[in-house]
């Protein structure tokens, strides 16, 4: 394990520096870029601050898990990279644009096009085949209905879910159930997949399913952020960013 320097003044070069080491390449592409951000949430008169000023740069291709303990500011983080809440000061960019600068619609598109997300309760519509809910970021994003087919059933098959088309949620099992998310969370072919506990739920069988296929998403290029509490889980990836009490405890590249 080869630790890095945390200290918020140094962090964001140094994070990008060594990430362009780590791929032995020096034009390494950031998707992710978090400059001093913080996170206050204000309720009445009281206020909370769940990021407390953090750096972070993840670089295309890149398999990270953000790991820290309940309360830490994971799911704040999470919310953050997804464009689903927006900092109360310091600068997110993704994909190289600054996400401050966006209006609600343009929010909503990028979060379309750009993110795949993947959630511990899988937030499958239980009325619909699993080829339907796969379809479901297509239908958002206007695609017409023979394609939507066509490419809803070939991310399944990239599940190994090419024989529960027709299938609903309550005739899967848990982790086929995340498999059919993980195939919705593709199908728009994002710039990233991210995923908050998303072996929360699962037995350990599962589990190690739907971690089988996150590396095999990771060996064909994609990049992908997991957030978890669990040790065994954050292994997985190739980069453990630590994060407790909403700010960064150490970032390590993994064997
Ligand atoms: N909407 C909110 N209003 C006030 N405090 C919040 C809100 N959301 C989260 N928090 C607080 O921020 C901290 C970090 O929360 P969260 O990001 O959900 O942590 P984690 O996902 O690591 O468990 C916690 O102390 C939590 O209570
Ligand atoms: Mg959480």
Redesign the pocket.
């Known amino acids: 394990m080869a630790e890095r320097t945390t200290a918020p003044t140094a962090s964001a070069a140094s994070a990008a520096t060594s990430s362009a080491r780590r791929r032995g390449a020096a034009e390494a592409r950031p998707v992710i870029e978090l400059v001093g951000a913080r996170k206050t ?1 204000r ?1 009445g008169s009281i206020e ?1 601050e ?1 990021l407390k000023g953090i750096d972070v740069r993840i670089d295309e291709g890149e398999y990270v898990a953000i790991m ?11 919310n953050v990279l997804g464009c689903l809440d927006t900092l109360t000061e310091g600068e997110y960019r993704l994909g190289g644009v600054d996400v401050e600068d966006l209006d609600e619609a343009d929010l909503a598109a990028i979060r379309n096009r750009q993110i795949g997300f993947v959630f511990q309760q899988f937030h499958l519509l239980p009325s619909l085949s699993a080829e339907r809910n796969v379809e479901l970021p297509l239908v958002y994003a206007a695609v017409p209905a023979d394609e939507r087919r066509r490419r809803a059933r070939a991310a399944l098959e990239r599940v190994g879910l090419g024989d529960r088309f027709e299938n609903r949620p309550g005739e899967l099992s848990g982790g086929q159930q995340q498999r059919v998310a993980v195939a919705r969370a593709l199908v728009g072919e994002p710039t990233m997949i991210l995923a908050d506990e998303p072996t929360g739920n699962l037995d350990s069988v599962s589990t190690a399913d739907v971690l089988a296929l996150f590396d095999e998403l990771h060996a064909s290029g994609r990049t992908i952020v997991l ?1 978890t ?1 669990e040790l065994e889980v954050a292994e997985r990836a190739r980069r453990i960013i630590r ?1 407790r009490d ?1 700010l960064i405890q150490g970032d390590e590249v993994t064997a």
């Open positions: 949430y309720s909370f769940a820290g303990p309940s309360g830490s500011g994971k799911s704040t983080i999470m957030i509490h994060v909403g």
